[in-house]
């Protein structure tokens, strides 16, 4: 995995570009917005940390520019800042997630992971798989265009299948991820749900390959097969 850090301060620019090496990711590092820009512009990398405050360019003008320019790279964006409108501005930004300094390397490096595992056609605040779309903040899910209405407990399944498409969920996984701890959930609530969506996301578009799959006796994953 490679990251870019882009950090004004050098000793925190250089301290996260050694915690992250010995976890064995590649780092380059930049020290202010226009060069960072142009690093992510023109360079392939899995993560951005993005300092919110540097000079040449802020780190929100950096992410706009990024994103009219349709790199969709997963950024963290750091600030001392902690007011609830700095964060509202980084993620409208097209920020993905926020880490108000100071902070532990050990939360940084757990944000950086959960980056890494979101999918790559993951695009701001839309999950997408072929054409069947979910936006996290406007709640919206269409396939080939096509509103579909869900129930919270559907959107929060379909957003954890999305997050991890590709891969065969468990109905523990699932319910850990899906329902409240204390939630009663019956054995068969999953395969209940899961009937739910195929009914809106799969059974109405029969010219489209179905999106949702049984793995027999390990549980479900959505993507399509192969």
Not at 55 to 80: F, S, W, Y
Not at 190 to 200: A, F, M, P, Q, T
Request: net charge neutral; glycine share 6%.
């Amino acid at each position: 995995m490679r990251v870019l850090v882009v950090e004004d301060e050098h000793k925190i620019a250089n301290s996260i570009k050694k915690g992250l090496e010995q976890e064995a990711y590649a780092v380059d590092a930049a020290y202010d917005g226009e060069s960072g820009f142009d690093l992510a512009l023109n360079e392939d990398y899995d993560v951005i940390i993005l300092d919110l405050m540097l000079p040449k360019l802020d780190g929100i003008e950096v992410c706009k520019q990024l994103r009219a320019n349709q790199v969709h790279t997963p950024i963290l964006m750091l600030t001392a800042k902690g007011q609830l409108n700095d964060k509202v501005e980084g993620l409208n930004a097209g920020a993905d997630d926020y880490l108000v300094k100071p902070f532990a390397f050990a939360e940084l490096l757990a944000r950086v992971k959960a980056l890494t595992r979101r999918p790559r056609n993951s695009i701001g605040s839309v999950l997408t798989v072929e054409d069947l779309s979910l936006d996290t903040l406007t709640f919206e899910v269409k396939r080939a265009n096509k509103p579909i209405e869900l129930s919270k407990k559907e959107f929060a399944l379909l957003e954890y299948l999305l997050r991890n498409q590709g891969r065969t969920l468990t109905k523990d996984q699932i319910i850990n991820h899906v329902w409240d701890y204390d939630a009663d959930v019956l054995p068969n609530t999953v395969e209940v749900y899961i009937g739910y969506l195929r009914n809106k996301i799969d059974r109405p578009f029969k010219d489209k390959p179905p999106l949702i799959h049984t793995v027999r006796g390990f549980g479900y994953k959505i993507g399509r097969r192969k």
